[in-house]
């Protein structure tokens, strides 16, 4: 049985610690689960000049949230690889004026095929699809595209 | 004749105190002309753990300059509205491993049909592209839908 609040913390401090934009985002890993994750931000740390959230802050919590899934999803399956968004397409449905909150949840099957071929081949695009719900509302809607990569074994 | 300069100074002055991920993101404005913009921002700031740069750093320079070529056209026409960007996607081609510059190109008629539409009817769509190269090639190609609001006169 995994420690998940152990990956949390792990995940959590990595970003904070090698990636300074995600210090200045000020998120906070709140769900790490088998087939879930989501990412916490608050507005005054995204602000932008209209008084809500950010949209480079907002696409920013989703990038890494997916990442984070995929990061997840790797470890619960003890393989060793790099995570690379390729492309991705957001689609701001509804201004965020508050603090927020961004779930990524995995189906099971689509996570299998994908992480089968990385084991086999070395190399896999995992999508991901991340939101923003404000008040039971679909704010954000995050799709990207996740390279997963093997470390080739030397010799 | 318009002072590009101070209207350079202005956008990067409004960004960095209006917005708190754009002074973390440590953008500068390079160009500032009729029809393009560019940004420039410094790795140290931007990395992510593997040593190159965020992909939501890449995207936040792509989303904040787009915005600033529309604030760009808004200002050289004396009109006065609210830009947000509504849907985006962001093709990452190559890793960036440096200091970057992301450009925008305003195709001027496409430009002035939809500042026509928006002058007319109070509300445009505004597609805009941006690119991030690097020594000759495209690593970055961002594509954004900004839509602009004019302010409703009182009464």
């Keep these: 049985v995994q420690n ?12 904070h610690r090698e990636i300074p934009l995600a210090a200045a ?9 088998p087939h879930e994750i989501s990412v916490r931000a608050p507005i005054a740390a995204n602000r932008n000049l209209h008084g809500t959230v950010f949209a480079g802050s907002l696409y920013s ?25 390729a492309h991705s397409q957001i689609r701001y449905r509804k201004a965020v004026a508050d603090d927020f909150l961004c779930t990524c949840r995995a ?10 071929k990385f084991a086999t081949e070395g190399r896999a695009t995992v999508p991901l699809v991340c939101t923003i719900e404000l008040e039971g509302r679909t704010a954000v809607t995050f799709e990207g595209d996740y390279v997963v990569r093997g470390h080739k074994p030397a010799g």
Tied chains: 1, 2.
């Design 61 to 85: 919590v989703c990038v890494l949230t997916g990442w984070g899934m995929a990061w997840l999803a790797l470890r619960q399956r003890d393989l060793a690889g790099s995570i690379v968004i």
């Design 25 to 33: 985002l000020a998120i906070e890993v709140v769900t790490c689960a």
């Design 107 to 116: 189906t099971a099957d689509a996570q299998e095929s994908s992480l089968e």
């Design 4 to 15: 998940f609040d152990a990956l949390a913390t792990e995940l959590q401090t990595t970003w």
